[in-house]
């Protein structure tokens, strides 16, 4: 069987353009960190790298899995980011931007398979960043996420949706760091098309009257 995340995993990758809290589990990540202008070529340069790193495991997985596991294939995750500000100023510098960007990988892929990818890839290709992409493993907790339609530039309305969804029933912020999860390429989409989720650690500061959703991992 292929997995395949936006058909087996809807309750995390399926949200919709309105808030809503859920418990994310832990989760497998390869990682690159950074600082600076999201749209510089340094920036690019990582994405490549990540992505290069991403399709490697999928392609030895594929190879070498079993024919008897449940999971012979899969679709490989879409890149997300961590994103804070490396100062305390209250407006948007991108310059100034830390962020984590990252790409999931199934439960079943292991550290050594990530470690001898590296090493094949490394090997056989010149790929600027390969050697600081880590592996790790990351649990997000309980979160509030909403699916924002539109340029990255836009996305301080639907924060503030959030924000009031978390006023009104209950909930804080933890942080001011935020994910961010982009269902499109950048590159080959028209701003107004782009999909992003949106999601940010809470905790509850009142009884919650509503269901919280509690996700699986895959």
């Known amino acids: 069987m292929k997995h395949e995340w936006k058909k087996h995993e809807k309750e995390i990758y399926g949200v919709k353009a309105k808030p809503c809290v859920l418990d994310i589990p832990a989760q497998k990540y390869i990682i690159l960190s950074g600082r600076g202008n999201p749209n510089d070529e340094i920036f690019s340069d990582k994405v490549a790298a990540l992505f290069s790193m991403a399709y490697k495991i999928k392609m030895a997985y594929k190879a070498f899995a079993p024919k008897s596991n449940e999971i012979t294939d899969y679709t490989v995750y879409p890149l997300e980011g961590m994103w804070?500000?490396?100062?305390?100023?209250?407006?948007?510098v991108k310059e100034e931007l830390q962020y984590?960007?990252?790409?999931r990988q199934p439960d079943f892929i292991s550290r050594k398979m990530f470690d001898n990818a590296l090493e094949t890839v490394k090997v056989r290709k010149n790929i600027p960043y390969l050697t600081?992409?880590?592996f790790e493993t990351i649990c997000d907790g309980r979160c509030i996420?909403?699916?924002?339609?539109g340029a990255f530039d836009d996305e301080p309305?639907?924060?503030?949706?959030?924000?009031?969804?978390c006023m009104e029933h209950g909930y804080k912020r933890m942080g001011k760091e935020h994910r961010e999860i982009y269902l499109n390429n950048a590159n080959r989409t028209d701003k107004a098309n782009l999909k992003t989720i949106l999601r940010y650690k809470v905790t509850d500061t009142e009884k919650q009257q509503h269901s919280i959703i509690k996700t699986k991992g895959k």
């Open 100 to 103: 984590r960007i990252m790409i």
């Open 84 to 92: 804070s500000m490396a100062s305390e100023k209250e407006y948007l």
């Open 132 to 134: 600081d992409i880590s």
């Open 145 to 149: 996420q909403i699916l924002h339609k």
């Open 157 to 165: 309305a639907s924060f503030e949706i959030m924000d009031g969804y």
